[in-house]
């Protein structure tokens, strides 16, 4: 997607195996999101970035999540003891003004076995 | 809660046949309806944004609008390069910047 680029594209974990998924954007992105989108569904908001100030982490599902954002730029989602439920594709996306659209990158696709 | 429902789940045209696809969505408050096109594999790609009802926003094949209640994105004259899922998202007032998805619409064109 125009602005952010994500990696690893495929991370395959074995059950109980913890993960660090990388999303980096361009410069000039006020605005970070971390999106949780399981086969066939939408994407689901995990948490969000302002800077790197992170205003909102409602939608994390359990506190084997973590994300940050240390100098307003490159963002990690880590998730601790993968579950299988966890398998998804983790979608970052960014917005360089409030209130205007997100622009997502390709998404990182976590397979836990 | 914030609620947003995409009909159908999935659709087939022939190439050709203009079709509308429904966005229906229960908020406290609207900020903003966004949808985007995503293709197997690959992130959300932004399509358009619609603020108020009324509001039509349209590029090449595509016409999104919107109510107080739904969002239309009507497709004229399809082409094979269409298919793809279309998704609609919601930003809710309030405090939260989240965007609140529907499940998505599933378009196959055929030629």
């Known amino acids: 997607g125009a602005g952010v680029s994500q990696s690893p594209r495929y991370k395959v974990a074995k059950r109980g195996q913890d993960v660090a998924l990388r999303c980096d954007p361009i410069?000039?992105?006020?605005?970070l999101f971390w999106y949780q989108q399981a086969l066939g569904q939408g994407p689901e908001f995990l948490t969000y970035?302002?800077?790197?100030?992170?205003?909102?982490k409602s939608g994390l599902p359990s506190d084997r999540f973590f994300a940050e954002r240390p100098e307003g730029s490159v963002s990690t989602l880590k998730i601790q003891r993968t579950q299988q439920e966890d398998s998804a594709v983790y979608l970052c996306a960014v917005r360089k003004l409030m209130n205007t659209e997100a622009f997502f990158g390709q998404g990182t696709r976590l397979t836990v076995v | 809660e914030d609620q947003v429902t995409q009909s159908p789940e999935a659709l087939r045209l022939q190439e050709g046949e203009s079709s509308s696809l429904n966005c229906s969505y229960t908020v406290s408050g609207l900020r903003g309806l966004f949808w985007y096109r995503q293709d197997p594999g690959k992130g959300p790609e932004f399509l358009f944004t619609?603020?108020?009802a009324g509001e039509e926003k349209e590029k090449e094949r595509l016409k999104a609008t919107l109510t107080k209640k739904e969002s239309f994105l009507h497709i004229t004259a399809p082409k094979p390069e269409d298919s793809a899922t279309y998704l609609c998202?919601?930003?809710?007032?309030?405090?939260?910047?989240?965007?609140?998805f529907g499940k998505g619409m599933k378009l196959t064109v055929n030629p």
């Open positions: 619609l603020y108020s």
């Open positions: 410069s000039g992105h006020v605005s």
């Open positions: 998202a919601v930003h809710p007032q309030g405090g939260s910047e989240k965007l609140v």
């Open positions: 970035f302002q800077n790197e100030a992170q205003l909102d």
